[in-house]
Nanobody, 126 residues
Framework: VQLQAYGGGLVQPGGSLRLSCAASGFTLDYYAVGWFRQAPGKEREGVSCLSASPGSTYYSDSVKGRFTISRDNAKNTVYLQMDGLKPEDTAVYYC????????????????????WGQGTQVTVSS
């Protein structure tokens, strides 16, 4: 069982990046999925989470309107489109999957998923 995150990098303020997270060894169909981030010296926080069934999506206030989470169950992959990036978005980003009993808000607030992916570094700097 593995979640493989990729797509991070260095981008200028105002730029865009698309993170991807591919699952292997299990199917994401019945899992809520999410992206979390941890900046140096700060606690890990929930950025965006998406329930297994349509209709439940959570974004933190700091990324609302700039980031978009999506999933492609046929490819067993989760995405995070990040637009309008700011220096304060700099962090290691982690994807995660949680058996969906409580929805996207719960997942992003409790940071206790069944599976974590390895992190991918996102650096926003000029």
């Amino acid at each position: 069982v593995q979640l493989q995150a990729y797509g991070g990098g260095l981008v200028q303020p105002g730029g865009s990046l698309r993170l991807s997270c591919a699952a292997s060894g299990f199917t994401l169909d019945y899992y809520a999925v999410g992206w979390f981030r941890q900046a140096p010296g700060k606690e890990r926080e929930g950025v965006s989470c998406l329930s297994a069934s349509p209709g439940s999506t959570y974004y933190s206030d700091s990324v609302k309107g700039r980031f978009t989470i999506s999933r492609d169950n046929a490819k067993n992959t989760v995405y995070l489109q990040m637009d309008g990036l700011k220096p304060e978005d700099t962090a290691v980003y982690y994807c995660a999957a949680e058996w969906d009993l409580n929805g996207s808000y719960y997942m992003c607030q409790h940071l206790n998923p069944n599976y974590w992916g390895q992190g991918t570094q996102v650096t926003v700097s000029s």
